[in-house]
């Protein structure tokens, strides 16, 4: 919802039929500048949003009219049948705000009001993954495993744990691990503990998974996807775990919808996508219900895109 209407936005619209946003900005302005000042005014509204840069930019939030006035000069069978379920769900989305009682909380987004409506009517498990493998990156512990980074490294967890001990961060007391005095206060590492026996076992906080990373990296240790064979052509990796889209962890990590491109972006900086095929351990492409193509992330490429969020999102206190 912006302004009390439903609407959409040019980032979604620039996604939905891969298209540049810049191009769709410029199809925008250039029907604005074709219409009357009243005209225009009713179907579009300048925004701004945050790119990977930290840098705002500029784009559009378009009601049912501008969507419509835009979307259909876009040409193609895929294009059209987006476009009618495009459509039918800004219809069913209105639909469901009027049935709801006056204490109804609206949704701030079109995203959110989708969500309300998907709730109703079908429980998407894209949008809430249960896998128990990706649990750790979307669950409220924020609390991660150290054999979950060392994956990412080529590693084991016993390896990585005695690194980590070479360097005094962790010591050994009987079969568990304790952080040393010295980083006690840093908030790096909680306990989870588990009952009813009440045993706990040492694990990671995003902070502690950030350091761990620095360390490394301080010693010359790379990830996996940025060590030398990566350069090469990358081999099938079989993986046999769930797959997330960039949609599904944006709204599991509780962020807007700008993010959903911002994910891409953040792939793309990490060089998580394959050059040579369509799929590798971190990510895979593959076809949306319209024919659309776009990236599925597996739970070691959602954890290294959830880390660099993390990342900014602490320094920017966010």
Known sequence: MHNQQAVTTSLILANAFEKEHKNVIRAIETKIGELKIEQSSKMFSKGEYTNSQNKRQPMYYLNRDGFTFIAMGFTGRKADEFKLKYIDAFNRMEEQIKQQPAQYKLPQTYSEALIELAKEVKRNEELQPKADKYDRYLSNKGLITITEIAKEYGMSGVKLNQFLRDKRVIYKRGNKWFIYQKY????????EIHLPEGRRSLKWTPEGEMFIRELLESN????????PQQLTVQETVKYSGKYY???????????????IMKIGEIANNLKLKPRFSDENIYCRKTLDDNGFPRWEYTQYGAALIENEINKFRLANQI
């Open 220 to 227: 010359n240790i790379k990830p996996v996807l940025e060590q």
């Open 184 to 191: 006690a206060n840093e908030r790096y590492v909680g306990y």
């Open 245 to 259: 889209t960039a949609s599904s962890i944006a709204y599991n990590l509780g962020l807007s919808e700008e993010w």
